[in-house]
């Protein structure tokens, strides 16, 4: 196994909790040395917790030349900030989704990572669904004819147990629904089709920044030749949650309930045949254990990053452009309240 992964962990909010310190308190070759939070309380609760002999402090700076490694699960306006200063310590990092909150910022994170030798690694957990594989493999084996695009909604009533409440601000967040979740759906789309030629976009956002719902008609250019298709995000309403590829033979559907799945559906006649791809003896670890241990043997040089900054830097790219150049989701019941003059009827 090599020598264990000394690891510190920043932001010890839920994220943390549920996803990132689980996975890292059961990994055979991590050694959680920090727990790092301006509530000490907060972090020490968790130490105890999970069992953890570590040490706990408000701030990351003494310990950079002191471990290997880091995640890096702070509000989204401190990664690239913390993420450049624990890459010029040399330490590999692990950073939660979005790499940064603009492209300029994570094209510098991904530069100095080069720069110092060391692995700039983002939180795209949903890449280590069985999904993500499964679907590449439908998609070249052709089953599904010449594709026709895809839908992919996924949204619901905004539940999230946030410490910190950064969520809700522009200049903690750099924006809402899209680049909260979206950047997930966006990650894996991109993977699978190729760069994106082409984006409409539209949001909800009034003036806070802060999108609750947006739509976005996409065009890819990549492998599989032009290929449209429409996002759907919403932290207010529940939508279908799921991906739909629709074909010339067949469609495919990656639901959200069972992502590791890939459900293909084809007319015969009159009767509508389904079956169900797996992929055999995929390890029943979470998400967030599976890009650990990605991470961790990318740094032992066994395997190469499942998702890295470069990676993560066309999604910040295209998110950037989408907020530059939005427009609002029509809301005539709104906008016919107002009158000619502003005033509201």
Request: with cysteine; glycine share 8%.
């Amino acid at each position: 196994m090599g020598e264990e992964i000394r690891l510190a962990i920043l932001g010890c909010g839920e994220i943390t909790r549920i996803g990132h310190l689980p996975a890292a308190a059961t990994h055979p070759g991590v050694r959680v040395l920090w727990l790092i939070d301006a509530d000490v309380n907060r972090a020490r609760r968790l130490a105890e917790q999970f069992h953890l002999d570590c040490q706990i402090a408000p701030d990351y700076k003494p310990l950079l030349h002191q471990v290997d490694a880091l995640i890096n699960a702070l509000p989204n306006s401190l990664h690239a900030p913390v993420n450049l200063e624990a890459l010029n310590a040399s330490a590999h990092v692990l950073c939660e989704k979005p790499l940064s909150t603009t492209t300029a910022d994570a094209r510098a994170c991904c530069e100095r990572a080069e720069e110092k030798g060391a692995l700039l690694a983002v939180g795209m957990n949903r890449r280590f669904v069985a999904s993500h594989t499964l679907l590449p493999i439908v998609l070249h084996e052709g089953s599904l004819g010449e594709l026709l695009g895809y839908d992919w909604s996924y949204g619901g009533v905004f539940d999230w147990r946030s410490a910190s409440g950064f969520y809700f601000s522009r200049t903690l967040a750099g924006g809402g629904a899209l680049i909260d979740f979206g950047v997930h759906l966006l990650d894996s789309l991109i993977d699978w089709f190729g760069p994106v030629a082409h984006v409409d976009y539209h949001d909800d956002d009034w003036g806070s920044g802060i999108e609750a719902n947006a739509i976005l008609e996409l065009q890819h250019s990549g492998q599989n030749g032009p290929v449209k298709g429409q996002v759907r995000v919403s932290r207010t309403y529940p939508l279908r949650n799921r991906l739909l590829i629709r074909g010339t033979k067949a469609q495919a559907e990656i639901p959200a309930d069972d992502p590791d799945t890939v459900v293909i559906r084809r007319q015969v006649g009159q009767w509508e045949l389904s079956e169900t791809f797996r992929l055999p003896n995929f390890p029943g670890t979470t998400t967030f254990y599976k890009q650990l241990d990605n991470f961790v043997e990318s740094i032992r040089g066994n395997q190469k990053l499942e998702s890295n900054g470069w990676q993560a830097l066309r999604v910040i790219e295209l998110i950037e452009h989408c907020y530059a150049n939005r427009r609002r989701i029509p809301e005539p019941w709104s906008e016919g309240a107002l009158a000619s003059d502003g005033a509201v009827r």
